[in-house]
């Protein structure tokens, strides 16, 4: 692993489904930044990445022409009122971690939410996840609200934190 700074940031292809899912499906079986128990076939990712359009914008991050990560916001609710907020998605390759990806990365992600007209952006983080607490405290969002002991993975209640990031009015 090299610095954060030898990487690009670019909109993801579908050539990069595979390295997202390497990366997505690591978590799935090793942690709890996210709560799917079995792995995601590559059809259930290619409906996802359908769903990512320039207004749920798609996000990799590349080092060495190797995708080392990736960020996506998503709709909260398809209700219409919800349409100014997203949620956002960050997931890095173990060997990134703790190098500044992230906050890299989830950076460039809230500035397309804002160059898209996102008025908030609303993470859901899996409550003993302090790393990504932290990312996203170190970029300005606030913790609104704990759900406690709402998930199961590997045997143990989990809690969930949600965090908010309002834009700043211009």
């Known amino acids: 692993m090299s610095g954060a700074a030898e990487v690009t940031i670019r909109y993801a ?3 990069d489904l595979e ?5 997505y499906n690591h978590e799935v079986a090793t ?4 709560w799917d128990e079995e792995p995601w ?15 749920c914008p798609l996000l990799v991050a590349e080092a060495g022409g ?3 990560g990736f960020a996506s916001l998503s709709k909260m609710s398809q209700k219409s009122g919800w349409r100014f907020t997203r949620e956002d998605t960050i997931y ?4 990134w971690r703790g190098c500044g990806l992230g906050r890299r990365l989830l950076g460039e992600l809230l500035q397309e939410a804002w160059r898209i007209g996102m008025h908030a952006v609303v993470a859901t983080i899996s409550s003993e996840n302090s790393a990504s607490i932290e990312l996203h405290r170190s970029l300005g969002f606030e913790v609104v609200g704990t759900l ?5 993975k590997f045997g143990r209640r989990l ?3 949600y965090m908010q990031l309002v834009r700043a009015e211009e």
């Open 159 to 161: 809690s969930t934190t």
């Open 148 to 152: 406690r002991e709402t998930g199961l």
């Open 19 to 23: 390295a997202i899912q390497r990366i």
């Open 31 to 34: 942690g709890t930044a996210t």
């Open 66 to 68: 190797r995708v080392v």
């Open 13 to 15: 292809r579908e050539a």
């Open 92 to 95: 890095l390759d173990p060997a």
């Open 41 to 55: 076939p590559m059809e259930k990712r290619r409906t996802w990445f359908a769903e990512h359009d320039a207004l």
